[in-house]
């Protein structure tokens, strides 16, 4: 893409962000007696750096002393694992993610997270929404909070993307569908289904659309079911989205081989890539999912192997988004629901279980300090010895990079309050 | 045409014959028990209705109550043949027939299959496996063909130990599914089969309901032990071959097959009755690592003290959480099959127990956890009891519910066509009955490398019972070397091919996007399959399957396979329900049959006609087209 075209929708999805943002602090959503709230909101919009962020959730439960908080000289606590030093001068990462140490001078990591959720559905659920699963109220992903309250950069693609994801922790929730990742099953296809087949004519295909839609009108005014009505907005979006240029931004068949070999070969590597060519298109919101990180039997084994698909496939989104000049518009994060047992446990094979009291997750970009490290656990890796960051503060400091409102309070349709963060407060100290 | 409506007709006669009054058969097959049953459910519901002073909804038209009684009970929309004969024939009984003529289909046990892989979360395979599940996938889809009885199906996975190949004792699979973490398994165990739940007591005291950290660890004590059976004797050799180089020989890949894919799916012990308390363990009421017995948690209370050495703790639980839960078990079960049938459940979550006594309506739970006894659990009488129900038949609410969760009688919920629902119905377009094909077979030939060999003369099922009745390091070793010379000998000459041909003639596998049931398919779907787009479960949490609506699942309308299949396929099925249609109206109103299982009105019918006037035969591509694009064909009414 030209670096010209990014500008201009660039600045047109400024201009639209402050008008979203304009019509929330204004709009019916707003609750009146939250009106402090509004007002502090604004000097974070303005401090903003960051208009997209690519989210990458390591799901399973990423063992934090393996990756990002190994204890060297706790040998009990490691087992066979060991760390090494990083181009950040104090951050040492384990012996499986060489090509992202090399990138750790770019990258925050947050030693410190701590959540209650130890079983994968909740902590799965808190980290994507802030809060607690409940019977009665399904709460909206984080990707659909940003587009909530940020709007679209470019109004003719989807604002929320999440590729290889569980579509169970993507969706709008209260929000509806509107708000719903664009789900892409594999990222080597890109978007599927995304062109008219060449064996109908425009003219058919127009023909078929309006049929459809006279059908539609007729039904949707018989049922006043939100779904229903979702499935007609999604329509005008798709076909939008079929007329758009930046359909292409789908395609990741047209790196050069140059930039594929930067990242690599595997899934999650072809992933990322395709977050970064999305996020340059003006997506504001991409979610990648690696699976296979709930280590209970075979730990060691295991956690090598996905190492081998994450290092350097993160190493290499890093150093393209800097080189292109995208990083200091573009927070990266790495996420996870929960961390793993200091104990090893002998009887699975040497495998960690689930540890959701101490864990770690990154951020780099957008405006994030880089080779800072923020937090601390204790000496085996069990507790959160100092700063500690629950999933609530970890994600009103996304909202916070993105200059959004992050004690905005929207009502769900049943007359609920919500915030993008619950009670969260941003961790300011990570910014520069 | 005529002999295929002869074909259903004989089907719902012959269901006819067997409704005669006969002596004797047990209350599920009984049509006196089921009609009586279902009244005594409408008159629950229509005091319910007299209470709070409403309107009781009135009964839906044929065609409606045809489309939702096929996709609520097999899973797909019915044929064109099926379609056209239930809206001809004139027989004020024809509703009670088809339900009989459905609940009698393969298609049932294919679509239950659907909902249990999603409740027990089914899957083929698992990232850092090198096994797979065939052969509890294939006991889990034989027992929905089999209708086993709820409470044997739940004793059969709890209580399961031994041999993972082995059809009587597969059922290990809802244990080595999750080998490494039998906390997780067991409390999805309770959530499954009793709505409680107890996640959250796995690291910490629930702060909002009763159960405590070491409440978990008492229940968790019966399944304590879930060792592969015997695995010890090949370590020393499997630590040998995984080491460097060796990992790329076909030794290390002979090897595998009796590590994971015979020990690994194999399950040891009967459950201790006995756990350690974790490292981390926080209260006053136990120390770290402390050794303690089993004890339930509610109902009549079990336990196993933790000086016993007996075993038997999976068993003790199976049998607790089958008969010594009060109602809660019969509740569960009959609540979620009321959810299947009604759109949602008597009350809500599903996965929630709440006492009959709390409910808005207590009488009505009364009756169904009664029926539930008297059908001694089997599932299929009871969905066909409900089928059977007035209302079953409401028309549809044309407004949003008014109470979020549950208690709401208001006519039916509109709600969007699951994924495996979708997918059925749109291959019966392609295709036409899928239930006709052969199910999928249990693939049970040996696998090296990713390729079968020694077919025909040994199967996994006789491997694994060899393998696992190896008594020592050097009976395995000997073992493995015979099972290597048999392959590296079959592998110098080509001898094996035409045994080959003639066993994969006997097993039916499915590639994903082959026309067949979603049940007989990979599980999961691989993610560039319909299937996900429109949230089939990823089988990685208890009922995982999404409805919500997204721009990738509009596309596929569009564009994708819905175009290919159906509408650009002159060879699709539907196009056959034309055959002999003389005049442009008649077309039309077979492929409204066909697709939406009613007539056209009068102004779609004008729509139409235009349509066909202004593109000719691609007129009626445009058609089909746009009526599977439509909303009515993606929503349940």
């Not at chain 1, 502090?40 to 303005?46: K, R």
């Not at chain 2, 899957?123 to 709820?150: I, L, Q, S």
Request: hydrophobic share 40%.
């Amino acid at each position: 893409m030209n670096p010209s075209d990014f500008n201009r929708c660039d600045e047109l999805g400024r201009r639209r962000f402050i008008s979203n943002a304009a019509r929330l602090y204004l709009g019916v959503n707003l609750l009146p007696m939250f009106g402090p709230s509004v007002a502090s909101a604004a000097p974070a919009a303005a401090a903003s750096k960051a208009k997209n962020v690519i989210y990458l959730f390591m799901s399973g439960g990423m063992s934090h002393l393996d990756t990002f908080d190994p204890k060297p000289k706790k040998k009990d606590v490691m087992g066979p694992m060991e760390a090494i030093s990083s181009k950040a001068t104090d951050i040492l990462v384990g012996k499986h993610l060489p090509k992202t140490a090399a990138v750790m001078d770019k990258v925050c990591v947050i030693n410190s997270m701590t959540s209650r959720q130890g079983a994968h559905e909740q902590g799965t659920y808190i980290m994507h929404t802030s809060y607690e699963m409940r019977g009665t109220v399904k709460h909206p992903s984080l990707g659909s909070w940003v587009m909530k309250l940020g709007g679209r950069l470019n109004p003719e693609i989807p604002g929320f993307v999440a590729i290889d994801a569980s579509q169970d922790s993507t969706g709008g929730g209260f929000f509806g569908a509107k708000y719903a990742a664009a789900p892409i099953g594999s990222p080597s296809e890109g978007l599927q289904d995304s062109r008219k087949p060449a064996v109908i004519t425009q003219e058919d295909f127009d023909r078929r659309l309006s049929l459809a839609d006279r059908l539609n009108k007729q039904f949707h005014g018989r049922y006043q079911n939100a779904d229903v009505k979702a499935y007609e907005e999604l329509y005008q979006e798709a076909i939008r989205l079929m007329n758009s240029k930046d359909l292409k931004a789908f395609n990741i068949n047209d790196e050069p081989q140059s930039v594929r070999a930067t990242y690599g070969s595997g899934r999650f590597a072809q992933g990322c890539m395709l977050a970064r060519r999305l996020v340059e298109h003006g997506v504001r919101f991409v979610e990648v999912q690696l699976g296979g990180w709930d280590t209970h039997y075979d730990n060691f084994a295991a956690v090598e192997g996905r190492c081998k698909e994450f290092d350097q496939a993160y190493a290499g989104l890093i150093a393209d988004l800097d080189q292109r000049g995208l990083l200091k518009d573009t927070l990266v994060v790495v996420a996870t629901e929960f961390g793993r047992t200091p104990t090893i446990n002998t009887e699975h094979q040497s495998g960690r279980d689930h540890h959701p009291s101490a864990f770690t997750c990154l951020l780099a970009g957008g405006g994030v300090k880089g080779g800072f490290k923020y937090g601390e656990t204790d000496a085996k890796g069990e507790r959160v010895k100092k700063d500690p960051v629950t999933v609530q503060d970890f994600n009103a400091t996304i909202a916070h990079a993105l200059g959004l409102p992050h004690d905005l309070v929207v009502m769900s349709p049943s007359g609920r309050p919500f915030k993008v963060a619950d009670k969260g407060v941003p961790v300011t100290d990570v910014f520069a | 045409m005529k002999t295929i409506h002869f074909g259903v007709a004989a089907c719902l006669l012959v269901s006819v014959a067997i409704g005669a009054p006969t002596e004797k058969l047990p209350p599920g097959e009984d049509p006196v028990f089921i009609a009586k049953s279902a009244r005594a459910i409408d008159t629950h519901v229509a005091a319910w209705y007299r209470k709070q002073k409403l309107a009781v909804p009135a009964v839906t038209d044929d065609a409606t109550f045809l489309r939702r009684a096929f996709l609520v009970s097999i899973g797909r929309i019915p044929t064109a043949e099926e379609g056209r004969f239930f809206l001809e024939i004139d027989d004020a009984a024809k509703r009670v027939q088809l339900i009989d003529y459905l609940m009698a289909s393969p298609g049932y046990s294919s679509h239950m299959s659907n909902w249990v892989f999603d409740l027990l979360r089914v899957t083929d395979g698992k990232p850092g496996f090198a096994g797979n599940f065939e052969p509890y996938r294939d006991w889990v889809r034989r027992a929905m063909e089999k209708n086993m009885a709820w409470d044997e199906f739940t004793r059969s996975l709890l209580s399961s130990n031994g041999d993972g190949w082995d059809p009587k004792t597969a059922a290990v699979g809802y244990y080595t599914r999750d080998r490494g973490m039998p906390l997780d398994n067991l409390a999805n165990s309770m959530r499954i089969f009793l709505g409680s739940r107890m996640e959250c007591a796995q690291c910490h005291d629930d702060p909002f309901g009763e159960t405590e950290r070491h409440d978990f660890y008492e229940l968790a004590a019966f399944t304590e032990g879930q060792g592969a059976l015997r695995q010890g004797y090949m370590n020393k050799l499997w630590a040998e071959l995984r080491d460097g180089d060796r990992r790329q020989t076909i030794d290390y890949n002979v090897a595998q097959v009796m590590w994971d894919r015979v020990y690994g799916l194999s399950l040891g012990g009967d459950g201790a009755g006995k756990i350690h308390l974790p490292q981390d363990y926080q209260y006053r009421d136990g120390d770290p690592g402390q050794l303690i017995g089993a004890r339930t948690p509610f109902g009549k209370t079990v336990r196993i003290s933790e000086k016993r050495d007996g075993g038997g703790g999976r068993e003790a639980l199976a049998e607790w959480v089958t008969d010594k839960t009060g109602e809660q078990f019969a509740s569960v079960a009959a609540n979620r099959m009321w959810k299947r049938v009604m759109g949602q459940g008597v009350y809500e979550p599903v996965d929630e127990y709440k006492p009959t006594k709390e409910l808005h309506h207590p009488e009505l739970m009364a009756t169904l956890i009664r029926l539930m006894g008297d059908l001694d659990y089997d599932l299929r009488a009871f969905q066909k009891v409900l089928l059977n129900t007035r209302t079953f038949q409401f028309v549809p609410n044309p407004k949003p519910s008014k109470v979020q969760a549950g208690d709401d009688f208001h006519g039916r919920q509109l709600v969007r066509l699951s994924s495996e629902q979708l997918w059925d119905s749109l291959i019966t377009l392609a295709a036409g009955d899928p239930d006709k094909a052969p199910r999928r077979s249990m693939d049970d030939r040996i696998y090296v490398a990713n390729k079968p060999v020694l077919v025909g003369k040994k199967n996994m099922i006789q491997l694994s019972k060899e393998v696992l009745a190896l008594e020592s390091e050097a009976e395995v070793r000997k073992y493995f070397a015979s099972l290597l010379s048999d392959v590296r000998k079959e592998s110098g000459s080509a001898a094996s091919g035409s045994d080959a041909m003639m066993m994969a003639g006997k097993i039916h596998r499915y590639g994903a996007n082959s026309p067949v049931r979603a049940s007989e398919l990979p599980s999961p779907a691989p993610r560039s399959h319909l299937l996900y787009l429109f949230g089939q479960s990823d089988r990685e949490i208890v009922d995982g399957a999404s409805r919500e609506p997204n721009v990738g699942q509009v596309l596929s309308l569009m564009n994708g396979y819905v175009q290919e299949q159906l509408v650009n396929n002159s060879g699709a099925r539907l196009y056959k329900s034309l055959d002999g249609a003389s005049s442009d109206e008649e077309k039309i109103r077979r492929l409204y049959i066909t697709i939406l299982s009613r007539p056209p009105s009068a102004e779609e019918m004008g729509w139409m006609l235009d349509e066909v006037k202004a593109s000719g035969d691609v007129g009626y591509r445009n058609i089909v087209s746009a009526l599977v694009m439509s909303s009515e064909f993606l929503f349940l009414q």
